[in-house]
């Protein structure tokens, strides 16, 4: 059974910083790309999620526009983890934020994290 268990969120002022991190079980960690979605207050859960970062199984990564330079994804394979450093939250960064991975039996969600970021 995969299991994505996210921690880390909370409240933050803008212009401070957060680290969430999301463990992963019940998969070959090493091989999968991990990634972070949000989901911005007033959306229906499931729509309009947002991809804010990706990482693939060689350690390679990409970012939304709107995060590149303050977010910074990474993992750690012996830890079965992967991470979102933010940086200079602004109030826009306000969302659930949920971990993701993709195989070929399935597409797998954690339960999400609260990060509000006040102005």
């Known amino acids: 059974q995969v299991q994505l268990v996210e921690s880390g969120g909370g409240l933050v002022q803008a212009g401070g910083s957060l680290r969430l991190s999301c463990v992963a079980t019940?998969?070959?960690?090493?091989?999968?790309?991990m990634a972070w979605f949000r989901q911005a207050p007033g959306k229906q859960p499931g729509m309009q999620r947002e991809?804010?970062?990706?990482?693939?199984?060689?350690?390679?990564?990409d970012y939304a526009d709107s995060v590149k330079g303050r977010f910074t994804i990474s993992r750690d394979n012996a830890k079965n983890s992967v991470y979102l450093q933010m940086n200079s939250l602004k109030s826009e960064d306000t969302a659930v934020y949920y971990c993701?991975?993709?195989?070929?039996?399935?597409?797998?969600w954690g339960q999400g994290t609260q990060v509000t970021v006040s102005s």
């Open positions: 993701n991975t993709v195989n070929y039996w399935g597409n797998y």
């Open positions: 019940g998969i070959i960690f090493s091989r999968n790309a």
């Open positions: 991809l804010v970062a990706v990482i693939g199984s060689g350690g390679s990564a």
